[in-house]
């Protein structure tokens, strides 16, 4: 009973990463799509330049990084603030199927999209049924 | 929605930020990104004597997509975010807003629309909006006798 306990302990304890820097962090809003022979990651990350994102795969880790500058002077006279602008981060977890090696990325109008190809195993195929 | 309180707004940001230090000081950080605004496309207003400025992020928007009109201190922005795939086999997740999109403010005074600039770059709008001669804020010299 006490050791069981003593388990559980353990296993709320693990580490999870932690933000190490300040300021707010966003999680972007994304779309998995799947095709027969990749998954699609599409990300919104407004204002964000090729430059400004940083993509990390680490022990099946993926990870989305992107810092975004604030675009107005910090003594602005706000009328109406909605939104706030800091970095944008997500991390997605790949199983065995994707090729990590060939993953792509491309970012258009605030908008990156990942192509992380399905390794040949995890590729669905159709088997012909023949008739006798 | 519409936005007739002009004044107290600086001191609403400054409770907002308060409450996000509050929150922070609490480690409770996974609360953060909550207080991005659900409302569609969120806004941010500031101004200077010379104009109202107009930030609003829309990823994967043309500028072509965007419409704007503004009737004296009235501005409405419409438009609409296309799908990445209609006819899509197979979605696993499916976060980001798609189709038509509208907002309408009323500014605290009026602008000269003719004189209105707008930019898309990197998914974010950015309306500069020069205010009409009768509401610039003018400096007004007390003479001393």
Not at chain 2, 74 to 83: A, Y
């Amino acid at each position: 009973m006490t050791s069981a306990l003593a388990n559980k302990d353990r296993e709320t304890a693990i580490a999870q990463p932690e933000q190490t820097r300040t300021g707010p962090v966003f999680k972007p809003h994304v779309d998995i799509i799947e095709h027969p022979n990749e998954l699609l990651v599409i990300a919104d990350i407004p204002g964000a330049t090729s430059e400004a994102i940083e993509l990390q795969f680490e022990r099946g880790e993926l990870t989305i990084n992107a810092q975004i500058a604030s675009r107005q002077a910090a003594d602005a006279s706000y009328l109406l603030s909605e939104y706030g602008v800091g970095a944008f981060q997500r991390t997605f977890r790949l199983g065995e199927g994707i090729d990590s090696n060939g993953i792509t990325a491309e970012v258009s109008n605030g908008v990156l999209t990942l192509t992380l190809p399905k390794t040949s195993t995890a590729k669905s195929h159709t088997i012909e049924v023949k008739a006798k | 929605m519409l936005v007739r309180t002009i004044p107290s707004w600086p001191s609403a940001r400054g409770l907002r930020q308060e409450m996000e230090r509050l929150l922070e000081s609490f480690g409770d950080s996974k609360r953060t990104p909550q207080l991005r605004s659900e409302v569609y496309p969120a806004v941010n207003v500031w101004e200077d004597g010379e104009s109202i400025y107009l930030e609003a992020e829309l990823p994967g928007v043309a500028l072509g997509d965007v419409n704007i009109e503004i009737h004296a201190n009235q501005l409405s922005i419409r438009g609409h975010r296309e799908s990445p795939e209609t006819d899509s086999p197979s979605y696993h997740r499916r976060e980001r807003a798609s189709g038509e999109f509208s907002r309408f403010l009323t500014l605290p005074v009026e602008i000269n629309a003719d004189k209105v600039e707008a930019t898309l770059n990197d998914g974010v709008l950015l309306l500069i909006m020069p205010k009409a001669a009768v509401a610039r804020a003018r400096q007004i010299t007390v003479k001393a006798n």
